[in-house]
């Protein structure tokens, strides 16, 4: 399915679906559930697949198969799968994979709802999973066991931007066959490429970054031919397909993903710094801040620290609050990675179905605020910022 041909950000823009006979210069939409044949031996012959012809938008689209292609540029992976959602991605990759009998290692410090999906549904399934501290890797080859079937991370991790070292991590996954499931959310393919250090699956959100603008729901999976073809075979049969309008989209944001990570991450490490020793704040976290305890391995395998940072108030929950409230510009709003920037309180909202004892051992305290840094200003993004710190100040 890859179809590099030159850099990464130039495939970004020019992968495109071949040209219908109206010549047009920007892919047009396939809004199609169904494709037709010229006969029943030509149908015969893709449904069995010995043609790569589209069948039904469930299985393929053209837009969707664009989307894919440039994803699997950026990323420098063989092939991927587009599913609805970020979620869809996720659990395609688990439930595609995994059996009953089979043990997931995870980390700890992952998005509320792959925990609840982990925790919740996972186990009606038979599937058994342990969750290790990213914070201490070293703990991590003890805990596989027999029946590990894969280990899953997110570097950096929602929320609290935790990293480990992937190239290590696929050196332990590989040594006991296990698959190496990284979700690359937060820093992309432009900040960071999980499968060249040797993970064997990547997965997105695509409603994220990738996106950008808040407009479409999006996901994502490439890696090793062979562990995509099963995510293939599970979805297509399950249903969680792209629509062709959500890749559309996509598509067209990808070209411009690489100019955009640029400003995310120069204004984010510029927050982040001139934050970093403000009164109202016991910590600043962010993977190019020296402070940052895993900022050797952001410097080595990344090549920008994302648009993501986030602090504690010093006067925990209630500051928090108020916080919140006294932002003027910066908009309350269950995403990230828009333009427009946006800040959130992960105990409230996307961590609050984790028990108290789960979300304070991630490292999500009740002071813990996350800003994804949009496209602003960013002397406008601070003065919100130091505001609403001030006003909230107890």
């Known amino acids: 399915m890859n179809e590099q041909r030159h850099q990464p950000d130039t495939d970004a823009i020019r992968i495109q679906t071949e040209r219908t006979w109206q010549m047009e210069h920007s892919t047009p939409l396939f809004l199609t559930s169904s494709f037709c044949f010229d006969n029943v031996e030509e149908m015969r012959a893709t449904f069995a697949d010995e043609t790569d012809f589209n069948i039904y938008s469930r299985f393929s689209n053209p837009n969707v198969d664009e989307f894919v292609k440039k994803v699997c540029a950026l990323e420098q992976a063989p092939a991927g799968y587009a599913t609805a959602s970020g979620m869809s ?7 595609a994979l995994l059996k009953a009998g089979d043990h ?16 919740k549904f996972l186990p009606r399934w038979g599937i058994s999973c342990d969750y290790f501290d990213i914070n201490n890797p070293a703990e991590l080859e003890g805990m596989i066991k027999p029946n590990t079937r894969m280990i899953f991370v997110e570097t950096p991790a929602n929320p609290g931007l935790e990293i480990i070292d992937v190239e290590w991590l696929a050196g332990i996954a590989n040594k006991h066959n296990i698959i190496l499931n990284v979700d690359n959310c937060f820093a992309t393919p432009v900040l960071q490429k999980p499968f ?19 407009r479409v729901l999006g996901g994502v999976v490439v890696g090793q031919p062979e562990l995509i073809k099963e995510i293939y075979a599970f979805c297509r049969s399950t249903g969680p397909a792209m629509s062709p309008f959500n890749a559309w989209v996509l598509s067209k944001s990808l070209e411009t993903l690489h100019v955009r990570m640029e400003r995310h991450s120069a204004s984010a490490l510029a927050l982040a710094t001139a934050l970093e020793h403000h009164g109202q704040l016991n910590w600043v976290r962010y993977p190019f801040l020296e402070s940052h305890p895993q900022y050797a391995i952001a410097q080595q395998q990344m090549t920008g620290g994302g648009g993501i940072f986030c602090f504690e108030l010093k006067g925990g929950l209630e500051q928090g609050k108020r916080f919140l409230d006294a932002l003027k510009m910066l908009t309350l709003t269950a995403n990230l990675g828009d333009t427009r920037s946006i800040a959130s309180h992960p ?14 051992l991630s490292g999500i305290t009740p002071g813990f605020i996350r800003i ?17 710190l001030e006003a909230s100040k107890i």
């Not at 250090?197 to 990547?202: C, F, I, K, T």
């Not at 996307?350 to 108290?356: F, L, N, P, R, V």
């Open 89 to 95: 991605a996720v659990f395609g990759s688990f439930m």
């Open 104 to 119: 997931l290692l995870s980390a700890r410090t992952i998005f509320g709802s792959t925990h609840t999906v982990i925790d």
């Open 196 to 214: 060249l250090s040797g993970a064997h699956l990547v997965t997105h959100s695509a409603t994220k970054w990738m996106d950008g603008q808040g």
């Open 347 to 360: 105990a409230s909202t996307t961590h609050a179905k984790m028990s108290e004892e789960d979300r304070l």
């Open 372 to 388: 994804s840094v949009g496209l602003e200003n960013v002397q406008d993004i601070l003065q919100d910022i130091e505001q609403a």
